[in-house]
């Protein structure tokens, strides 16, 4: 359990640093506006920090995957994480141990082990710190003096702060004169209503949680800057900018002593005085058009980062798939081939096939495993469909899986595509079986003898020379095999024009189906088989055509 809760805030903060570094640029951009826009962002951060979940748009702006680190690369042969960023995946991926056969412990788990002993030790160091430091500050306000309310004063005290969470007390310094406690006390006490000691509170327990990331350590400490001066800014919007040259006098007081809360990150104290005064100096209110477009940019902004970036596409739409849906949906001939073994699809099949591929989601970036060096196909899909051009040449478009039906990759006869990771491995694997396994029936052995029928028949100058009778079908079996599963298939030839040929048939006759296989010399001198006899056709082996010819002479 503590493995998946430690791989899921390893998510959350890389995801998170994004959201950082995206408000970080904003702040630079807002650096001249109320300061309650900036603060508000940083609520972004907060939520990316603690919520694992949100909902998935095209309208998000992160450039990365929401869950980079799948729970399985604990026990994964080959550990792989997807961040969104191909140049990033290979990077990382690299550097992960590959799993060792017969070992007592995958290596992958003992580095997450070791991680979430490391990462579980550093919140207790920090949380032991924060609640010593709070005992020791308690200590030192035992003599604190009562004024009214939730309001105490204190002679130890060189700045005021606010600490407590259900019943948060104001804590000022006893030396603060009357016109000073007004604005100050004011400053605190918009803090408690707009319940800033909360989420400075909470936002140390997620720090603590995120205390390996350094930019969340920046968060923390920029937020704090941010949310001190944007409650400034409201003291001085409801007194008047007539009090900035005293409130700017009182905190350059304040930053002479040392805080009384200095170190002990559960107690509210002041931010930086120099930053706070220099803001409060040139802080004008607004016009109400500017207001109301900075709302708006950050609200579109605030949205952009709390939507997950879509974790999937379809595969056509796949970068380095070169594959135009109008060219699939025009196939005219399809095949697929498990283990080495072929079946042709009919035309109902072909269309079902079709619409698969169309459909099938992929992993929004390739993997860091290239096709036939890193993973092999052990499942084929093969699509055929003719040009628009002059010469009505044929295409080929190919679709391979990997033997768990987890990555698949396209060639489109001329380069290789990425490879990318199936969304559905099981679906996938159920269809492609499932319509493998319906067609392969038609050309098994039953118990009672073949469901195909075959028969051998020689052509000469068009007309039948010899049929032949078929006490074995072994070689013509072979031969239909042999030719639905080649790769590449070429324009057939006229049939009737041929010297010579052999004319193999395949008779389905529970399924009323017939097939036709021609089986030839082509002009190149090698010897191919063209289904149909205006179809395509395809290389036959050499030593197939030879003993073709000698058992059929």
């Known amino acids: 359990m503590f493995d998946a809760i430690f791989l899921q ?9 994004f959201v950082i570094l995206f408000v970080l640029i904003a702040r630079l951009l807002l650096k001249r506006a109320p300061k309650v826009f900036s603060y508000s962002l940083w609520g972004v951060v907060l939520f990316r920090l603690i919520c694992p979940f ?3 748009s095209i309208l998000s702006l992160l450039p990365v995957n929401a869950k980079p680190i799948p729970e399985a690369i604990v026990y994964a042969a080959t550990p792989e994480v997807d961040t969104g960023l191909s140049a990033l995946n290979r990077a990382v991926n690299s550097m992960f141990p590959a799993a060792t056969p017969n070992a007592s412990a995958n290596p992958m788990q003992i580095t997450v082990f070791l991680g979430r002993t490391l990462w579980l030790l550093g919140i ?7 609640v010593v430091s709070l005992f020791r500050l308690k200590k030192r306000l035992k003599g604190s003096v009562h004024e009214s309310g939730n309001i105490y004063l204190s002679d130890t005290l060189g700045a005021p702060f606010v600490l407590g969470l259900m019943v948060p007390k104001i804590y000022l310094p006893s030396s603060l004169k009357d016109e000073e406690k007004q604005h100050i006390l004011l400053h605190e006490q918009t803090h408690i209503h707009r319940q800033d000691h909360i989420i400075k509170m909470l936002s140390f327990f997620v720090l603590c949680l995120h205390w390996f990331n350094p930019l969340v350590w920046a968060a923390f400490f920029l937020s704090g800057k941010d949310m001190e001066m944007a409650c400034d800014e409201a003291v001085i919007k409801r007194l008047g900018s007539g009090i900035k040259k005293n409130y700017s006098a009182s905190l350059l007081a304040f930053a002479a002593k040392r805080h009384a809360a200095c170190g002990v990150p559960l107690a509210f104290g002041e931010g930086s005085a120099k930053s706070r005064i220099k803001n409060i100096l040139r802080y004008k209110k607004p016009l109400i058009w500017v207001l109301l477009v900075l709302a708006a940019a950050v609200l579109l902004l605030s949205f952009g980062l709390l939507l997950n970036p879509l974790s999937s596409s379809l595969l056509l739409n796949a970068k380095g798939v070169n594959i135009l849906p109008e060219s699939l949906k025009s196939s005219i001939y399809g095949a697929l081939a498990v283990d080495a073994q072929a079946v042709e699809l009919s035309a109902s099949e072909l269309n079902d096939v079709v619409e698969f591929i169309t459909k099938l989601s992929v992993g929004k970036t390739e993997t860091a495993s ?9 499942s084929q899909i093969h699509l055929v469909y003719e040009g628009s051009g002059k010469d009505d040449a044929f295409y080929n478009l190919y679709f391979y899986f990997n033997s768990d039906f ?4 396209a060639y489109n006869d001329i380069k290789p595509s990425p490879v990318y990771k199936v969304k559905k491995p099981q679906e996938a694997k159920g269809f492609i079986l499932q319509f493998f396994n319906s067609a392969n029936e038609k050309v098994n052995s ?16 068009g007309v039948v020379y010899e049929s032949y009778p078929l006490d074995n079908t072994e070689l013509v079996k072979a031969i239909v095999m042999d030719s639905l599963l080649k790769s590449t298939l070429l324009k057939g030839a006229d049939i009737e024009a041929l010297e010579e040929y052999y004319l193999i048939e395949q008779v389905f006759p529970q399924e009323n189906e017939r097939h036709e296989y021609y089986v030839y010399m082509a002009e190149n001198s090698e010897p191919v088989v063209q289904f149909g006899k205006k179809g395509m056709c395809t290389k ?3 030593e197939l055509y030879y003993k073709l010819e000698e058992r059929f002479p």
């Not at 805030?9 to 640093?17: R, Y």
């Not at 207790?124 to 924060?130: G, H, M, Q, R, V």
């Not at 290239?370 to 052990?378: C, E, I, L, P, W």
């Not at 987890?406 to 990759?409: D, I, Y």
Request: with cysteine; hydrophobic share 40%.
């Open 9 to 17: 805030v390893l998510n959350m903060s890389f995801t998170a640093s």
């Open 54 to 56: 949100s909902f998935e």
């Open 124 to 130: 207790a160091i920090l949380l032991c710190y924060s």
């Open 370 to 378: 290239r096709a036939g060096r890193d993973v092999n196909s052990s």
């Open 406 to 409: 987890s990555l698949v990759w």
């Open 446 to 461: 039953a118990e009672d003898g073949d469901l195909a029928r075959y028969s051998v028949s020689k052509y000469k100058s």
């Open 540 to 542: 036959l082996s050499s």
